[in-house]
């Protein structure tokens, strides 16, 4: 179940030069960050979508405090899910870019211009944020995995890419459109590049900063996520097979 609730503050249309942005921000739990996180946001985009999932503390009331259009699931789904139903809600207003980032702070809201500005010179339909030009303070685990990862879905996807799993990126308005999501899970990053891939858009990646404060609390369940990742990556070559031997058939 998805409600929709209208914030009561709306960011005005500032200047021409961000009123073509806008945020969408997947919020579980986050309290602590979520007022900094809209509030800095705000000041780079014209419209800021948070999406409650679930959370059963006050993530919500502040990110409409603080600003944002608000939309709350009734119970925990996941990311993915999430991610869904922000684009979902989007889906038939007009904007050039979403700007896709994380609530717990991991992200600056200022380095939003970054991804605008590498979509405008790639002419690119998807902007990944990389962490990996400087990854200080990325756990060393998160690191391993993160590097793998990317090799296999820069594989899969036909591009290279050296932060597949980096939560921060834009997608323009046709990639926002077209592109399906079907998982629930932090396995939707991989998801959303595969989709990417499939529908010959253009992606790009530039360099943005690795934040993880000392008191940093991830969602993510590194063995957990590992095996949707493997999953979803097992379900893409079946269904690569599959089509592969229906079109040797047909041929045949």
Avoid at 104 to 120: C, F, K, M, S, T
Wanted: net charge positive.
């Amino acid at each position: 179940m998805v409600m929709f609730v209208e914030s009561e503050t709306l960011l005005p249309r500032r200047r021409q030069s961000v009123a073509d942005i806008v945020a969408v921000i997947p919020a579980y739990q986050a309290e602590k960050t979520i007022a900094e996180v809209v509030h800095q946001t705000r000041r780079r985009v014209a419209r800021c979508i948070v999406v409650d999932d679930g959370s059963r503390d006050k993530t919500g009331i502040l990110a409409r405090r603080a600003g944002a259009e608000l939309i709350t699931h009734a119970s925990n789904r996941g990311k993915g899910a999430a991610l869904r139903s922000g684009l979902v809600y989007l889906r038939e207003e007009e904007f050039n870019y979403c700007v896709l980032l994380d609530a717990d702070g991991q992200h600056d809201p200022n380095e939003i211009p970054r991804l605008v500005d590498a979509a405008r010179r790639a002419n690119a339909d998807v902007v990944c944020g990389t962490r990996m030009s400087n990854p200080r303070g990325m756990p060393w685990l998160r690191r391993a995995t993160n590097t793998l990862m990317s090799r296999i879905t820069s594989w899969l996807c036909g591009i290279t890419l050296s932060d597949t799993q980096c939560g921060f990126r834009l997608l323009s308005q046709h990639a926002a459109k077209v592109i399906e999501l079907r998982k629930d899970k932090f396995e939707v990053e991989t998801e959303i590049l595969v989709e990417a891939a499939r529908h010959k858009l253009v992606v790009t990646e530039v360099p943005v900063s690795s934040i993880y404060a000392a008191d940093h609390s991830s969602h993510i369940h590194p063995l957990r996520d590992t095996w949707r990742f493997v999953r979803l990556v097992a379900m893409i070559l079946a269904r690569r097979l599959g089509r592969a031997v229906r079109q040797e058939r047909h041929a045949a």
